[in-house]
């Protein structure tokens, strides 16, 4: 297990790399710079500026003063949003916002959208059936920007139930974390559905009804265990992108995330905070990712994950 964490560590050196590496290159192909915005400036001052922060350098200079600042722990600091600020204190004082609005939603996604794939595997052919998968589908069709917009105008400005901007109480995380769950929270459920037809249909299945096994006991216990590695493996990378924020929910509810910021970062062309938070994410979705691996073993021991996922 130790040479396989080594080897998976490894990997995720080489991968962070090779993101920076093409963010960096995509991202000095874009045209326009940090420094040409609204106000005209002289091209003497454009060139002060770029030498200023190392902008004035062949991009493979640039690129190789980047990552040696960045293994030292310098992310270097916002040129045009936040002029002169470390790009660090930035994210620690954006992202807990973001990953405190992003858990509450994955944890709503997850004790909702399972049980109601359970539910709708079954109860399969049903009306709760039929009802469960209109609600599933509608869930992975529509999309996030609709349900925000609908829930804001409904209970936000008609009814006016809920705040509409900000986090300041604990009402105004339902509407962002009920539109930011709905998607994987139906998502969730199709899986669950699916890989719960796939497992109530295999022979220990019918051995532990045959023995008078409770029904609730069989599809909670039995079945749902062993129909749960798709769904770990979806769970790995929607903790990463849903701890990160949404653009979209964070505009809409004007909430100061990291997901919002992201966005604005790149049509001011502020490369260090474009740098920093893509980093940030594909090192988050690698970690999950590891995690994820490591737990398959304990929801199915038969799996050997130094082996690249087969049985043991």
Known sequence: MGKYVIKRVAQAVIVLLLV?????VLMNLVPGGPFLGEKA???EVIAALNAKYGLDKPLHIQF???IVKFVQGDFGVSLKMQKNRPVSEIIAELFPTSAKLGLISLLFAIIVGIPMGCLAAYYRGGKI?????VIMTLGISVPGFVIATLMLILFGVNLRWLPTIGLNDAASYIMPCFTMAFYPMCYL??????SMLDAINQDYIRTARAKGVKSSKVIFKHALRNAFIPILTYLGPLTAFILTGSFVVESVFSIPGIGRYFIQSILNRDYPIIMATTIFLAALVI?????????YRFVD?????TKGGGEA
Request: a positive charge.
């Open 189 to 194: 459920g199709r899986l669950a559905r699916s």
């Open 287 to 295: 970690i999950m990712n590891l995690i994820v691996d490591l737990l």
């Open 20 to 24: 920076a590496a093409l963010t960096f």
């Open 301 to 305: 021991p038969r799996i050997d994950i």
């Open 41 to 43: 400036k002289s091209p």
């Open 129 to 133: 059936d039929s009802i469960l998968r």
């Open 64 to 66: 190789k003063n980047y």
